[in-house]
């Protein structure tokens, strides 16, 4: 590949373009993750997508890919998804397609990740993984980086608009602006040519307001006689970073997203200081929900709970039940109960250890009976989450639970304790 096509790749807008791009492709898996971890979890998604009759799933993906391809600039980006055929997404019964929508799924729904998730494909990945030659040339990972995202915007449009038309919803979609993330290939154009998408690229920027870089607040919504300041660092490399008060340009320096400002103001941006992806383990979430073990790959209706229990840090478990019906959370009585029952239920969703599954159920079934939902509920909802069917026992009557075969370590005990504040 010629040298020239990655120099263009290694400006300082260029990146950013490509930073753009993912984080916009991060929000977008963000929604298929919330929108289809509900779906398996209380309509059971993935057995009636196996149920359907071959026709059926055909005109069903058929829509999806139609529905995509509506969006401007998604026929160029679809030539690097040559998975994303008709043939493809409807092979193996409808596995094929369950398994490639499982790949957009997080390991947790909390936190908008800032890098997004690639669905593998043995071709596709050769061909996206540069040589060592070439990733000398700085601009590189830039390039290679920007074609993978288009590949990943595509796929997952495709899987998006397949649930969706699925569920029989309607979804009017924003294109990524089409001007952003683009190439300006200078070889073999002729220099009028290069001067009018360059123009071409002014105009449109010109239509996007300035905004706060850290709030997002932009200009005309300020509070009259306010004005966005610029970071005159940045502004000296005619970077575009505004912000709308001290307090935000503050926070952008030490907690900026995808990287903290500090980290590349007033120097040119390099591919060294572009996101990169969180280690698997390295944080807990916010609800306090530890992530998973490595060997432990939680289902969509466990995702599903989990973003429930964050949204909802007060309740113990949630029982799904389908729309129209309300969901129902249980909260354990009392505080004892209730940090017993914390430390046994993050145990199961750090591992999904049977032992811990077992505990839950037999945890939660006053309060099924006190509610009046019936126990098979708890029991079918649990092998759905946990994949590990649990023995529906007419006769356990409360929260003793025998915890001598695996006592409680020191640092569940303190998590759960953090988390009641105790
Ligand atoms: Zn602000
Ligand atoms: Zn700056």
């Known amino acids: 590949m010629p040298k020239s096509v990655f120099a263009t790749a290694n400006a300082d807008h260029v990146i950013f373009a490509a930073e753009y791009e993912a984080s916009c492709i991060c929000k977008l898996q963000h929604d298929i993750a919330r929108e289809a971890t509900k779906r ?20 069903i993906v058929l829509e999806g890919i139609y529905r995509t391809m509506c969006i401007p600039d998604m026929e160029e980006r679809r ?29 947790n729904l909390d936190a908008l990740p800032t890098v997004p998730l690639e669905i593998p494909h043995t071709f596709v990945d050769r061909i996206f993984t540069p040589t060592e030659e070439e990733l000398q040339y700085p601009g590189c990972k830039t390039f290679f980086r920007s074609m993978k995202n288009s590949r990943t915007y595509a796929l997952s449009t495709v899987i998006w608009n397949i649930l969706l038309t699925f569920y029989g919803i309607e979804e009017t979609q924003q294109p ?17 040519a290069t001067r009018e998408i360059v123009r071409e690229h002014n105009e449109q920027r010109k239509l996007i307001p300035n905004a706060c870089s850290f709030c997002g607040l932009s200009e005309d919504r300020l509070p009259a006689g306010r004005k966005l300041q610029a970071c005159s660092k940045c502004r000296q490399l005619n970077r575009r970073m505004f912000y709308c008060s001290k ?6 320096w030490k907690l900026g997203s995808p990287r903290p400002h500090k980290l590349i103001c007033g120097k040119p941006l390099t591919e060294d200081n572009m996101p990169k992806a969180t280690p698997a383990g390295a944080a807990k979430t916010a609800s306090g929900i530890p992530d998973p073990d490595p060997g432990f790959t939680r289902s969509p209706a466990l995702l599903h709970q989990i973003s429930l229990l964050s949204d909802n840090p007060r309740i113990d478990y949630v029982i799904v039940r389908p729309y129209p019906e309300p969901d129902q959370g249980i909260c354990l009585a009392d505080a004892m109960g209730s940090l017993m029952f914390k ?38 909802q649990l092998e759905l989450e946990f994949g590990h069917r649990v ?24 998590q759960a304790m953090e988390d009641l504040d105790i």
């Open 247 to 252: 307090e935000c340009q503050t926070k952008d």
């Open 343 to 380: 430390v046994v239920r993050n145990r199961a969703l750090k591992s999904g250890d049977r032992q811990a599954v077992n505990a839950i159920y037999k945890m939660l079934i006053p309060s099924m009976d006190k509610t009046r939902l019936p126990r098979s509920m708890l029991c079918k």
């Open 79 to 107: 030539k690097y998804c040559p998975d994303s055929s008709l043939e493809n997404l409807t092979s193996r019964g409808g596995e094929e397609y369950l398994r490639m929508l499982k790949c957009l799924l997080p390991s």
């Open 391 to 414: 023995e529906e026992d007419p006769d356990a009557a409360g929260p003793s639970v025998d915890h001598s075969e695996a006592p409680f370590t020191k640092e569940e005990l303190e």
């Open 40 to 59: 398996f979890a209380e309509n059971d998604f993935e057995n009636a997508w196996k149920a359907l009759s071959d026709d059926r799933r055909q005109e």
């Open 176 to 192: 990524i602006r089409p001007d952003r993330g683009r190439f300006i290939h200078t070889e073999g154009l002729s220099k009028s």
